[in-house]
């Protein structure tokens, strides 16, 4: 009875139509869309960033071909203090980076995904000012990563709609 149960349910899993984003590895329609993605400069730390995570994703399978998309990204980093103790200090930071991104085709100039993208991380205030310091730093390179990995998602799920929908 159990092996009647997994198999109707692997028959309906290959019903479903799922299919691997990545299929074909490095040499997938997905992987050498990402790869002809060129990444515009994005403004202040936050961005420098989220910029060298955006092209360590995108072109981590060779990017050697021509750009064929840009991609523009903005940033809004926002640090806020909440949480007041007894003397009025404020115990906790909330840090939220934000992204308006927009992937142009470069030949057209037509935008092929306009979106956002974003994070936010807590900060614990400590007694040491540096501790609080080096907390605010670390949370903004978690959420330059995470952002950049939502970004890379969004534009990957394009990418492959846009494949599908050329067959």
């Given at each position: 009875?159990?092996?009647?149960?997994?198999?109707?349910?692997?028959?309906?899993?290959?019903?479903?139509?799922?299919q691997?984003?990545?299929?074909?590895?490095?040499?997938?329609?997905?992987?050498?869309?990402?790869?002809?993605?060129?990444?515009?400069?994005?403004?202040?730390?936050?961005?420098?960033?989220?910029?060298?995570?955006?092209?360590?994703r995108?072109?981590?399978?060779?990017g050697?071909?021509?750009?064929?998309?840009?991609?523009?990204?903005?940033?809004?980093?926002?640090?806020?203090?909440?949480?007041?103790?007894?003397?009025?200090?404020?115990?906790?930071?909330?840090?939220?980076?934000?992204?308006?991104?927009q992937?142009?085709?470069v030949?057209?100039?037509?935008?092929?995904?306009?979106?956002?993208a974003?994070?936010?991380?807590?900060?614990?205030?400590?007694?040491?000012?540096?501790?609080?310091?080096?907390?605010?730093?670390?949370?903004?390179?978690?959420?330059s990563?995470?952002v950049?990995?939502?970004?890379?998602?969004?534009?990957?799920?394009?990418?492959?709609?846009?494949?599908?929908?050329?067959?």
């Open positions: 009875m159990k092996r009647l149960a997994a198999l109707a349910g692997a028959l309906m899993l290959g019903a479903c139509g799922l691997p984003m990545y299929a074909g590895g490095g040499n997938g329609a997905v992987a050498r869309g990402l790869a002809t993605i060129q990444v515009s400069a994005i403004e202040g730390r936050a961005g420098w960033l989220v910029r060298n995570a955006l092209v360590d995108l072109q981590a399978g060779g050697n071909e021509a750009p064929r998309y840009r991609l523009d990204v903005r940033l809004d980093d926002n640090l806020e203090g909440f949480a007041l103790l007894s003397d009025d200090t404020i115990g906790r930071e909330r840090r939220t980076l934000r992204a308006r991104y992937l142009v085709d030949a057209s100039g037509a935008i092929v995904l306009d979106a956002t974003g994070s936010d991380a807590g900060i614990d205030v400590v007694s040491s000012d540096y501790a609080t310091i080096a907390a605010e730093q670390t949370a903004l390179e978690n959420l990563r995470d950049a990995d939502r970004i890379v998602t969004s534009v990957s799920l394009q990418l492959r709609a846009g494949e599908s929908g050329s067959r």
